[in-house]
């Protein structure tokens, strides 16, 4: 087939190794990485597939594509590109929608202490992660996750699904409808300013800090100072 990737971090890589293994003609779309964030460009470039750092669009579309997978990109992808490939577009989104559409969903879903999060492989639509659901999976957030050894669990897991997602869009499945009013949305950016505020519980003081963790990224702050773990706040808010 031919298929449009716009990629981006270790997922956005291993769904174009999926690709290139299953003899797929791939065009990438990504953006430029910090050197803590695996390189989509870079790999493009060593395994001499067609990139771009431009953002998608109808006028710089390479060919007409079957299938468009959204893995991790951080543009809006326009109505233009959807019509273009008549709908046969996904995306993958890290929470059980519709439940935490937008940014940071992991990051809420350990904050605001649930038990389970998951991922969802949704078809993209101009209303951003509403779309009629392909596939959809639980994993349990454990009491000793960090924000990275959540999103790592659950992308390691999704990918496992991706193949398995672009067969059934290629076919015209036609998926499950969303309750699109139900779920909140999450503006990018870090949850509270990543500031713990003194009034909240000790739990969620806890479950906070380890939502906070991604390094490089920076830790949770209180009275203005980082903080990796609940003893260094213990006695500091009495």
Not at 60 to 69: D, G, K, Q, S, W
Not at 179 to 196: E, N, T
Request: aromatic share 14%; net charge negative; with cysteine.
């Amino acid at each position: 087939m031919k298929i449009i990737l716009c990629g981006y971090n270790w997922v956005g890589c291993k769904a174009l190794d999926l690709l290139i293994s299953s003899g797929h003609e791939v065009f990438v779309y990504t953006h430029s990485s910090q050197y803590y964030t695996n390189d989509l460009e870079s790999f493009c470039k060593k395994k001499g597939v067609a990139y771009t750092l431009e953002k998608i669009d109808e006028a710089n579309l390479p060919f007409l594509p079957e299938v468009i997978a959204s893995i991790y990109y951080r543009y809006i992808i326009s109505k233009s590109v959807i019509d273009a490939c008549n709908g046969k577009i996904f995306n993958l989104h890290p929470s059980l929608l519709p439940e935490y559409k937008g940014c940071s969903s992991l990051t809420w879903a350990m904050i605001d202490g649930l038990n389970t999060s998951g991922y969802t492989y949704h078809y993209l639509t101009t209303e951003v992660d509403k779309g009629k659901i392909i596939i959809q999976k639980e994993v349990a957030i454990e009491d000793f996750d960090t924000q990275v050894s959540l999103y790592y669990r659950v992308m390691f897991d999704a990918v496992k699904d991706f193949l398995n997602v672009v067969d059934l869009v290629n076919r015209g499945f036609e998926g499950l409808e969303q309750d699109k009013d139900q779920g909140k949305y999450f503006k990018r950016g870090a949850p509270y300013q990543g500031a713990i505020d003194p009034g909240w519980e000790l739990e969620k003081k806890e479950r906070f800090i380890r939502a906070m963790i991604f390094p490089p990224l920076p830790l949770a702050t209180f009275n203005g100072k980082p903080v990796a773990n609940l003893s260094d706040i213990q006695g500091a808010d009495k």
